[in-house]
Protein backbone atom coordinates (compact mmCIF):
# COMPACT_ATOMS: atom_id res chain seq x y z
CA UNK A 1 0.00 0.00 0.00
CA UNK A 2 1.27 3.02 -1.04
CA UNK A 3 2.19 5.59 1.75
CA UNK A 4 -0.71 8.41 1.01
CA UNK A 5 -3.37 5.45 1.01
CA UNK A 6 -2.06 5.07 4.25
CA UNK A 7 -2.07 8.68 5.64
CA UNK A 8 -5.55 8.61 3.89
CA UNK A 9 -6.97 5.58 5.87
CA UNK A 10 -5.43 7.03 8.95
CA UNK A 11 -7.58 10.49 8.59
CA UNK A 12 -10.51 8.17 7.57
CA UNK A 13 -10.02 5.70 11.12
CA UNK A 14 -9.23 9.58 13.40
CA UNK A 15 -12.90 10.82 11.55
CA UNK A 16 -14.56 7.48 11.58
CA UNK A 17 -13.92 7.04 15.49
CA UNK A 18 -14.25 10.95 15.99
CA UNK A 19 -11.32 11.97 17.29
CA UNK A 20 -9.33 15.13 17.74
CA UNK A 21 -5.30 14.75 17.67
CA UNK A 22 -4.72 11.66 20.06
CA UNK A 23 -7.65 12.15 22.29
CA UNK A 24 -11.21 10.98 22.05
CA UNK A 25 -13.44 13.55 21.76
CA UNK A 26 -15.70 12.60 24.60
CA UNK A 27 -14.33 11.76 28.44
CA UNK A 28 -12.38 8.92 29.15
CA UNK A 29 -14.32 6.04 30.54
CA UNK A 30 -17.66 7.02 29.07
CA UNK A 31 -16.47 6.68 25.31
CA UNK A 32 -14.01 3.30 25.52
CA UNK A 33 -17.69 1.17 25.19
CA UNK A 34 -19.01 3.57 22.27
CA UNK A 35 -15.08 3.35 20.66
CA UNK A 36 -15.66 -0.21 20.57
CA UNK A 37 -18.74 -0.39 19.47
CA UNK A 38 -18.36 1.63 16.64
CA UNK A 39 -15.40 -1.07 15.72
CA UNK A 40 -17.36 -3.63 16.21
CA UNK A 41 -20.60 -2.68 13.86
CA UNK A 42 -17.49 -1.55 11.27
CA UNK A 43 -16.48 -5.16 11.19
CA UNK A 44 -19.85 -6.48 10.94
CA UNK A 45 -20.34 -3.88 8.05
CA UNK A 46 -17.39 -5.36 6.54
CA UNK A 47 -17.56 -8.84 7.04
CA UNK A 48 -21.47 -8.83 5.30
CA UNK A 49 -19.62 -7.06 2.67
CA UNK A 50 -16.73 -9.15 2.43
CA UNK A 51 -18.04 -11.66 0.24
CA UNK A 52 -19.04 -8.87 -2.53
CA UNK A 53 -15.41 -7.09 -2.02
CA UNK A 54 -14.53 -7.68 -5.70
CA UNK A 55 -17.73 -6.05 -6.77
CA UNK A 56 -17.25 -3.35 -4.42
CA UNK A 57 -13.93 -2.72 -5.80
CA UNK A 58 -14.44 -2.85 -9.40
CA UNK A 59 -14.25 0.42 -11.41
CA UNK A 60 -17.12 -0.39 -13.73
CA UNK A 61 -19.60 -0.74 -11.57
CA UNK A 62 -21.09 2.37 -10.00
CA UNK A 63 -21.90 3.63 -7.11
CA UNK A 64 -25.98 3.44 -7.11
CA UNK A 65 -25.43 -0.71 -8.19
CA UNK A 66 -22.74 -0.74 -5.26
CA UNK A 67 -25.18 1.28 -2.87
CA UNK A 68 -28.07 -1.24 -3.95
CA UNK A 69 -26.34 -4.03 -3.56
CA UNK A 70 -24.95 -3.26 0.28
CA UNK A 71 -28.39 -2.08 1.02
CA UNK A 72 -29.87 -5.77 0.61
CA UNK A 73 -26.49 -6.92 1.98
CA UNK A 74 -27.17 -4.96 5.39
CA UNK A 75 -30.51 -5.88 7.77
CA UNK A 76 -32.35 -4.33 10.24
CA UNK A 77 -30.23 -1.59 12.45
CA UNK A 78 -26.58 -2.62 10.75
CA UNK A 79 -28.28 -0.90 7.84
CA UNK A 80 -29.05 3.01 9.31
CA UNK A 81 -25.95 2.50 11.64
CA UNK A 82 -22.85 4.98 11.26
CA UNK A 83 -20.63 2.03 9.60
CA UNK A 84 -23.24 1.67 6.97
CA UNK A 85 -23.47 5.51 6.33
CA UNK A 86 -19.29 5.51 6.57
CA UNK A 87 -19.25 2.12 3.98
CA UNK A 88 -21.40 4.07 1.79
CA UNK A 89 -19.19 7.08 2.08
CA UNK A 90 -16.28 4.80 1.32
CA UNK A 91 -17.70 3.24 -1.88
CA UNK A 92 -18.99 6.58 -3.05
CA UNK A 93 -15.36 7.69 -3.20
CA UNK A 94 -14.38 4.87 -4.80
CA UNK A 95 -12.02 4.15 -1.24
CA UNK A 96 -13.48 0.47 -0.30
CA UNK A 97 -10.05 -0.55 -0.83
CA UNK A 98 -8.94 0.92 2.03
CA UNK A 99 -11.32 -0.65 4.78
CA UNK A 100 -9.16 -2.79 6.27
CA UNK A 101 -6.54 -0.65 7.11
CA UNK A 102 -9.00 1.53 8.30
CA UNK A 103 -10.40 -1.16 10.95
CA UNK A 104 -6.56 -1.60 11.78
CA UNK A 105 -6.27 2.00 12.47
CA UNK A 106 -9.64 2.43 14.38
CA UNK A 107 -8.14 -0.53 16.80
CA UNK A 108 -4.91 1.06 16.60
CA UNK A 109 -6.30 4.43 18.07
CA UNK A 110 -8.95 2.24 20.63
CA UNK A 111 -5.52 0.76 22.14
CA UNK A 112 -3.70 3.60 22.70
CA UNK A 113 -6.96 5.57 24.03
CA UNK A 114 -7.21 2.64 26.66
CA UNK A 115 -3.34 2.13 27.37
CA UNK A 116 -3.20 -1.49 24.86
CA UNK A 117 0.05 -2.09 23.84
CA UNK A 118 0.15 -4.86 20.83
CA UNK A 119 3.47 -7.52 20.80
CA UNK A 120 3.65 -9.75 18.37
CA UNK A 121 6.13 -12.96 19.53
CA UNK A 122 6.74 -14.93 16.79
CA UNK A 123 8.54 -18.32 18.00
CA UNK A 124 9.34 -21.48 15.35
CA UNK A 125 6.49 -23.85 17.36
CA UNK A 126 3.34 -22.73 19.30
CA UNK A 127 4.28 -21.71 22.76
CA UNK A 128 2.66 -23.48 26.16
CA UNK A 129 0.37 -21.68 28.31
CA UNK A 130 2.35 -21.53 31.13
CA UNK A 131 4.93 -19.72 29.00
CA UNK A 132 2.93 -17.68 27.16
CA UNK A 133 1.59 -16.31 30.30
CA UNK A 134 4.44 -15.57 31.73
CA UNK A 135 5.84 -14.19 29.03
CA UNK A 136 3.03 -11.99 28.37
CA UNK A 137 3.42 -10.76 32.99
CA UNK A 138 6.69 -10.10 32.09
CA UNK A 139 6.36 -7.68 29.03
CA UNK A 140 2.96 -6.16 30.55
CA UNK A 141 5.77 -5.08 33.58
CA UNK A 142 8.49 -4.09 31.57
CA UNK A 143 5.84 -1.79 29.57
CA UNK A 144 3.99 -0.51 32.77
CA UNK A 145 0.67 -1.23 30.50
CA UNK A 146 -1.74 -3.91 29.52
CA UNK A 147 0.05 -5.57 26.47
CA UNK A 148 -2.51 -7.34 23.87
CA UNK A 149 -0.05 -10.56 22.93
CA UNK A 150 -0.63 -12.01 19.56
CA UNK A 151 1.48 -15.75 19.03
CA UNK A 152 3.03 -16.38 15.39
CA UNK A 153 4.70 -19.86 14.54
CA UNK A 154 7.41 -18.57 11.99
CA UNK A 155 9.64 -21.41 10.12
CA UNK A 156 12.58 -18.25 10.21
CA UNK A 157 12.63 -18.52 13.94
CA UNK A 158 15.15 -21.70 14.37
CA UNK A 159 15.11 -21.24 17.88
CA UNK A 160 13.93 -18.81 20.90
CA UNK A 161 11.70 -15.48 20.40
CA UNK A 162 11.34 -12.52 18.20
CA UNK A 163 9.07 -10.00 20.02
CA UNK A 164 7.49 -6.83 18.28
CA UNK A 165 6.31 -4.18 20.11
CA UNK A 166 4.93 -1.35 17.62
CA UNK A 167 8.44 -0.21 15.95
CA UNK A 168 10.67 -1.96 18.63
CA UNK A 169 11.97 -5.40 17.63
CA UNK A 170 13.53 -7.36 19.93
CA UNK A 171 15.24 -10.49 18.46
CA UNK A 172 16.30 -13.24 20.88
CA UNK A 173 16.12 -15.73 18.24
CA UNK A 174 19.33 -18.08 17.70
CA UNK A 175 19.81 -16.52 14.29
CA UNK A 176 20.16 -13.17 16.31
CA UNK A 177 22.72 -14.03 18.68
CA UNK A 178 24.89 -15.79 16.21
CA UNK A 179 24.79 -12.54 14.18
CA UNK A 180 25.58 -10.62 16.96
CA UNK A 181 27.96 -12.96 18.13
CA UNK A 182 29.57 -13.04 14.51
CA UNK A 183 29.51 -8.99 14.32
CA UNK A 184 31.57 -8.76 18.01
CA UNK A 185 34.20 -11.10 16.47
CA UNK A 186 34.59 -9.09 13.26
CA UNK A 187 34.85 -5.99 15.30
CA UNK A 188 37.68 -6.83 17.38
Not at 70 to 84: E, P
Not at 125 to 144: H, N, T, V
Amino acid sequence: MKAADKTLAKRYARAYMALEGEVFAEPAGADEAAAKNRIGELEKVRNAAGPFRRLFLHPLVGYSDKKEILAKLLSGDLSASGAAQFLRLLLKENRFYLLDTILEDCAGFYNIHAGIVRADVSSRYPLAKEEFGRLEKDISAALGKKVLVTRIAAERVIGGLEIKINDLLIDATIKGRLERLKKSILAG
